[in-house]
């Protein structure tokens, strides 16, 4: 026991100084920055580099940074790349790794001989060379193509011991796309100019990887009496991928390489990110970023929209009439025209890159819900048993364990009703009415009008679904609220946000957490944000006036 006493007294005898140190430390971090420290924060915060010498030299004798200053840094373009970065961070609009095209629409560059490439698609190659088994992949022969007296390109066979396994020709010169006077090879069937096809020509022996899906689609199209083998198609739509004839198109339009893939995604990132820009830079009320009509295009994005956004079935795209983009070509990348939208289109909600970012209704609500309203959705507890007869309803507002985070998200989601899932594609009532009608009964004109029939709307439906048979998806066990939602778009949601003093509540938490570095305390989340938000609400949400408070606020001056 002595001994045990002993070591207590000299641990607290060990631990004073310690304790003493770690109060001088608590001191002198609560110790409001001197003036020339206090220039560098804000510096670093608001134009993300430090204060020059004559900026310094300026701040010697000043306690606090001067309101000119403040406008200076506040105008500058630095400040227009921080709030575009802290918006980045939002809205999460990376779409590096979402596919935009299909594969058989993927040009790469083969090095027969190095710094002079032929490109070719792999996948487009198994389609239309390869014979046999059907699934070979040989690219074309590194010489010239050749033509017959009709001009069609020459095919040689290539055989395995006594086995034609393909078709090859050699490569033709074109004048791409991405960089017009020049020329690059391009393999001759991936090279073709064609702007229409015959789907699934055969003979299948000649396209045997292609005869299996031909084979399925044909017995879809016999169910429906629309045509199809033979059929005409234009090369800009998903079903170009059974018509041989339909390859990269004129100028390679069709078709996408490594380079201009990352160029068009990343000009999709900045097409929303400059709706952010344009706000910040032109001191625009902040709301503009979630309700302006206003957005911008460049080459790539409409170079993307007119031929590219079609070709897949897994992503649906196309020319939307409420944003029609305006006549650029693809090598006008630095060129950014603004274009009104009109209908149910509302800032960055509805852009292309969040749309394809965010693949589900649910998924744009709940960015929606987290970034500009500060709201999460969480479950209530565990689920219950999958055996419980409430388990069972396919309403997730219904089922037990979802209807505690369904019965807000449902609404919010509505409002992208008219959007398509998995792609952005402006689902119009003239063209997708509420209620499918003739336009999905057969006999349909094509495939692809099958396709689309499928995709959007309710038509084989089962249990609680069979009472929204022929619905369009978005409208699947929603209230009369929700069907407003649909009918109106997000640009509803951000005007009741609005409305509701939300987005200025969020707006300011967020910004205060931001340059503080630090969750607003219990103190200030009870009485600064709240004042602070009425004074944003009342300035019609100047941003620039909002971070000029919070930096220069009292608590902004202690080291985070």
Request: charged content about 20%.
């Amino acid at each position: 026991m002595q001994n045990a006493a002993r070591i207590t007294a000299f641990a607290a005898a060990l631990a004073l100084p310690a304790l003493a140190a770690a109060q001088d430390v608590c001191e002198d971090v609560s110790r409001p920055l001197t003036g020339q420290r206090l220039l560098r924060r804000i510096s670093l915060d608001l134009r993300d580099s430090v204060p020059s010498g004559v900026e310094v030299e300026a701040q010697r004798d000043e306690e606090s940074v001067g309101e000119a200053v403040l406008e200076q840094y506040l105008a500058s373009e630095e400040f227009v790349g921080v709030m575009r970065r802290y918006h980045e961070a939002l809205l999460w609009p990376n779409i590096d790794q979402i596919q935009i095209v299909p594969d058989t629409h993927m040009l790469y560059p083969l090095e027969f001989t190095p710094g002079d490439p032929v490109y070719v698609s792999p996948v487009r190659a198994v389609f239309v060379r390869a014979v046999g088994n059907g699934n070979i992949f040989v690219p074309c022969k590194n010489e010239p193509a050749e033509f017959d007296a009709l001009g069609n390109l020459v095919l040689e066979p290539v055989v395995v011991g006594t086995t034609t396994v393909s078709w090859v020709e050699g490569y033709v010169e074109v004048e791409p796309y991405w960089a017009p006077g020049t020329s690059v090879k391009v393999c001759g069937l991936d090279a073709l100019p064609n702007v229409t096809g015959a789907l699934c020509p055969g003979p299948a022996d000649r396209y045997p990887f292609l005869e299996g899906y031909c084979s399925q689609f044909d017995a879809y199209a016999a169910a429906v009496q629309a045509p199809f083998r033979d059929a005409q198609v234009s090369c800009d739509s998903a079903l170009a991928i059974f018509a041989p004839e339909c390859a990269c198109g004129p100028n390679l339009r069709y078709c996408m390489t490594p380079e201009t893939g990352a160029q068009i995604r990343a000009s999709l990132l900045d097409q929303m990110l400059r709706v952010v820009e344009r706000t910040v830079a032109q001191n625009r009320p902040y709301h503009e970023v979630l309700t302006t009509k206003t957005v911008e295009f460049n080459g790539p994005v409409v170079h993307f929209l007119k031929y590219m956004s079609n070709l897949s079935f897994d992503i649906s795209g196309g020319v939307d009439a409420t944003a029609p983009p305006p006549d650029l070509e693809y090598s006008q990348v630095d060129t950014w025209v603004p274009v009104e939208r009109t209908g149910r289109h509302s800032g960055v909600l509805t852009t292309p890159g969040y749309l394809l970012k965010h693949q589900s209704g649910r998924q744009r609500a709940h960015r929606f819900y987290n970034a500009f309203e500060c709201s999460s959705f969480i479950p209530a507890g565990p689920l219950p048993s999958p055996f419980e007869p409430c388990s069972q309803h396919e309403d997730l507002t219904q089922r037990c364990g979802c209807d505690g985070c369904h019965k807000t998200l449902e609404p919010l989601a509505a409002h992208w009703g008219r959007f398509s899932e998995y792609g952005f594609t402006h689902l119009d009532e003239a063209t997708y009415p509420s209620r499918v009608g003739a336009n999905c009964a057969p006999p349909l004109s094509s495939v692809l009008q099958l396709f689309k029939c499928y995709r959007y709307y309710e038509l084989e439906p089962v249990g609680e679904e069979q009472a929204y048979a022929g619905m369009l998806n978005a409208y699947v066990f929603r209230t009369p609220e929700e069907v407003e939602n649909i009918e109106v778009g997000p640009s509803k949601l951000a005007q009741d946000s609005l409305q509701s003093g939300r987005f200025a509540q969020c707006t300011v938490r967020r910004l205060w957490s931001h340059f503080m570095r630090r969750e607003p305390t219990l103190d200030e989340a009870a009485e600064v944000i709240p004042d602070l938000a009425a004074v944003f609400e009342a300035s019609d949400h100047d941003l620039k006036a909002l971070v000029k408070t919070i930096v220069s606020h009292p608590a902004y001056r202690r080291m985070p």
